[in-house]
C-alpha cells in the first residue's frame, strides 16, 4: 500500500519538498510509520522525534481528522504532517470562538483550522487582487502572510486597494498594509517587504512560503513567480484582472500546466495601466484567497489544470482545461527549469 505524507510548516521547508512517498506491505500504526519516514528522511528525524517517542506537538491528520500514534494504517492513504508555529500548537479559546463559523464547513472543522495556522502564503502585489487576498486569509486565521509590495500611496490607488487609506497618501504601501493586517487580525504574524517581485528575488520571496499567490499587474513578475515556484514545488495561485473580467490559474508544480504553459513570454502590448472597479478586483483577490484556503487545507478541489475566467458584465463564469506543454521550458517534461 502507498502512504503519502504532506508537509506544512518547518517540515517542508526542512524537506525541501511537499510530500514524499512510502510503499508498505503490511498494516502499520502511525508510531511505525513516522520511523519508517524518519529513515527515510533523517533531516526531519529531529523535528517528528524527542529521542525515540513521536513529538506531542507534531500534528497529524488524515482528511480533516487527526491521528493519534496508536491508529492502525491499512490503506492507501494521504497523511498530512506539520509542526506547530509561533503561538504553539491546536486552537486557543479565543481563536475557537473567532474561527467557529468557518469551523462548521464540513471537511474542514478544528483541524482545517489548524493547517491553515501552520502555514504561510506569499503574496506579491498587495493592491487591489492582492490586497483582497491578504485581508481574507488574514481574516480567516493563516498563521504567517509574507506580502511584498513597492512604492507609495498614490490617490488613485484608492479606489480598489481595500489595505490602503486616505490618512496613508504618501506613506510607503506596505506600511499601511502591515497595520491594516495587524488590525484586522493581530494573531497573524505579518512579514512585509516593502519591494515588487523580480527575477534577483524571486525565489527568495517564494521560498519564504507554503503557498504563492501572484498578484501582480506585470507579465515579467507573474511569469518570475511561476519560474521560482515550480522550481521549489511550490503551489502558486496566479490572480489576474482586466476591466470587468477575471481569470484565475492554479498550479501546482509538474502535476498540472503552469502559468508559462499558458503564456510562454509576455504579451508584447500589455499596458500597465488599464481600467479596474474595485470590486472586481476584490472579487478575483476574494476567489484566489478560498483557492488558497482549500490548497492549504485539502478541501474541495482545487483549480488545477483549468483555467477560471469570469466576466462581470454579463456575470458568466466557466473553466478551461489547461494542459502542461511537453516542451515548456519551466515545466516540461524533462524536469528542468530556466531561472
Same mark, same amino acid.
Given at each position: ?114 493547517? *491553515? ?5 506569499? =503574496?506579491?502585489?498587495?493592491?487591489? %487582487?492582492?490586497? #483582497?487576498? &491578504? +485581508?481574507? $486569509? ?45 488590525? *484586522? ?5 505579518? =512579514?512585509?517587504?516593502?519591494?515588487? %517581485?523580480?527575477? #534577483?528575488? &524571486? +525565489?527568495? $520571496? ?45 498550479? *501546482? ?17 500589455? +499596458? ?68
Amino acid at each position: 500500500m502507498k502512504i503519502t505524507f504532506s508537509y506544512l510548516a518547518q517540515l517542508r521547508l526542512m524537506a525541501g519538498r511537499v510530500s514524499d512517498d512510502l510503499e508498505l506491505t503490511e498494516p502499520c500504526t502511525l508510531a511505525g510509520l513516522l520511523q519508517s519516514l524518519a529513515n527515510l528522511r533523517p533531516e526531519l528525524r529531529s523535528l517528528i522525534f524527542d529521542g525515540e517517542t513521536p513529538r506531542r506537538s507534531l500534528l497529524v491528520f488524515r482528511d480533516d481528522q487527526r491521528l493519534s500514534m496508536a491508529d492502525v494504517i491499512s490503506t492507501d492513504t494521504d497523511i498530512t504532517l506539520m509542526t506547530p508555529i509561533a503561538g504553539g500548537s491546536g486552537l486557543s479559546d479565543e481563536e475557537r470562538a473567532i474561527y467557529e463559523w468557518q469551523m462548521w464547513t464540513p471537511g474542514f472543522g478544528e483541524a482545517g483550522q489548524e493547517k *491553515l495556522k501552520a502555514s504561510t502564503v506569499f =503574496i506579491s502585489r498587495i493592491g487591489g %487582487v492582492g490586497g #483582497a487576498a &491578504a +485581508q481574507y $486569509l488574514a481574516m480567516a486565521g493563516v498563521g504567517r502572510l509574507v506580502v511584498a509590495h513597492g512604492g507609495d500611496v498614490r490617490p488613485d490607488d484608492l479606489n480598489r486597494q481595500g489595505l490602503m487609506t486616505h490618512a496613508g497618501l504618501g506613506r510607503p504601501r506596505i506600511e499601511m498594509a502591515l497595520m491594516t493586517l495587524r488590525a *484586522l487580525n493581530p494573531r497573524v504574524e505579518v =512579514i512585509a517587504l516593502g519591494e515588487n %517581485v523580480s527575477e #534577483a528575488n &524571486a +525565489q527568495k $520571496l517564494v521560498g519564504m512560503s507554503d503557498l504563492v499567490i501572484s498578484a501582480a499587474p506585470l507579465f515579467a513578475e507573474r511569469l518570475a513567480m511561476n519560474r521560482a515556484a515550480v522550481r521549489l514545488n511550490k503551489p502558486l495561485i496566479d490572480c489576474a484582472m482586466y476591466d470587468l473580467t477575471g481569470q484565475i490559474i492554479t498550479v *501546482l508544480p509538474r502535476r498540472s500546466a503552469c502559468l508559462a504553459c499558458l503564456y510562454a513570454e509576455a504579451p508584447p502590448a500589455w +499596458q500597465r495601466r488599464f481600467p479596474v472597479f474595485g470590486a472586481v478586483s476584490g472579487t478575483v483577490g476574494c476567489l484566489g484567497a478560498v483557492e488558497a484556503i482549500k490548497l492549504l487545507t485539502g478541501l474541495g478541489e482545487s483549480l488545477a489544470g483549468k483555467l477560471f475566467l469570469g466576466d462581470l458584465r454579463n456575470m458568466t463564469f466557466r473553466q478551461v482545461a489547461i494542459n502542461r506543454v511537453a516542451d515548456c521550458t519551466v515545466c516540461g517534461r524533462h524536469d528542468t527549469v530556466e531561472c
